[in-house]
């Protein structure tokens, strides 16, 4: 990690003349500052009065935009020291149909994947018939997922058995690169979000100290015919991961 010995003064522009507002413009601009790397953890922010005054802005914009970044986790408060940028950032995705693989590659991190366990079996047996309603043998996957070495997720995956899931295919791209490569093609799926406490084989797994909470997702998937794709139930790291979303007004 790189400490800055001093406050970080960017170059920002704002156009007054936008319906966006000042403080949103602001935010998206530390943001990107942090994204781009010109930012870097550990750097910290000159204080709100000398960048209002060099922006010309009132000291409440300042601090609304510095707020929205701690609230995402990439910025964080010390008192005595001022605003930090954050050591490690948070996964942050946004709410669409992709794989974590591909988002993580897509963003300049690196994703490793390693196996857990595999099965097969009806959905009967592998505890999944009240969710899924198919014939056909299934195929179970766990996986725990790695951004640039660290533990994110740990993945659940139940997919028909006809697919050709080898190990060194997941762990070289994501599963849905995985699939589309043998003709697959995608028409719908249904996502469920939600929150609930690690266990503690998950806790160890993960790298977390119980109690400690994570993200859930269950994502059913299914095809233009209506035959189910995939079944996926996966948690996330609380402390690492978020989910976003755009909303128009």
């Known amino acids: 990690?790189?400490?800055?010995?001093?406050?970080?003064?960017?170059?920002?522009?704002?156009?007054?003349?936008?319906?966006?507002?000042?403080?949103?413009?602001?935010?998206?601009?530390?943001?990107?500052?942090?994204?781009?790397?010109?930012?870097?953890?550990?750097?910290?922010?000159?204080?709100?009065?000398?960048?209002?005054?060099?922006?010309?802005l009132a000291r409440p914009t300042?601090?609304?935009?510095?707020?929205?970044?701690?609230?995402?986790?990439?910025?964080?408060?010390?008192r005595g020291v001022g605003t930090q940028v954050v050591a490690a950032p948070p996964i942050r995705r946004d709410v669409k149909f992709s794989s974590l693989h591909d988002d993580l590659a897509s963003s300049g991190h690196e994703p490793g994947t390693e196996i857990l366990e595999r099965a097969t079996g009806t959905a009967s047996e592998l505890g999944v018939d009240d969710l899924v309603e198919v014939d056909e043998a299934l195929t179970y996957l766990r996986r725990l997922r790695r951004v640039d070495g660290e533990p994110l997720a740990i993945m659940s995956n139940y997919l028909p058995a006809r697919f050709r899931l080898d190990d060194e295919d997941l762990r070289e791209r994501g599963l849905y690169a995985t699939l589309r490569a043998q003709?697959?093609?995608?028409?719908?799926?249904?996502?469920?979000?939600?929150?609930?406490?690690?266990?503690?084989?998950?806790?160890?797994?993960?790298?977390?100290?119980?109690?400690?909470?994570?993200?859930?997702?269950?994502?059913?998937?299914?095809?233009?015919?209506?035959?189910?794709?995939?079944?996926?139930?996966?948690?996330?790291?609380?402390?690492?991961?978020?989910?976003?979303?755009?909303l128009v007004v």
Request: proline share 3%; glycine share 8%; charged share 20%.
């Open 1 to 56: 990690m790189t400490v800055a010995s001093g406050a970080v003064e960017l170059a920002i522009d704002l156009d007054r003349s936008s319906p966006v507002p000042l403080y949103h413009q602001l935010a998206l601009s530390l943001e990107q500052a942090i994204t781009e790397g010109r930012l870097r953890p550990g750097d910290r922010l000159e204080n709100e009065m000398a960048m209002t005054t060099r922006l010309g």
């Open 62 to 78: 300042a601090r609304q935009a510095i707020q929205e970044l701690v609230r995402k986790g990439l910025l964080v408060r010390k």
């Open 183 to 246: 003709g697959v093609g995608f028409a719908i799926a249904h996502q469920t979000i939600g929150a609930r406490l690690v266990t503690t084989e998950e806790a160890a797994l993960l790298g977390e100290t119980e109690p400690a909470a994570c993200v859930t997702m269950q994502r059913l998937v299914y095809d233009d015919t209506g035959q189910l794709i995939e079944l996926g139930q996966h948690i996330y790291r609380a402390s690492q991961y978020t989910v976003q979303t755009s």
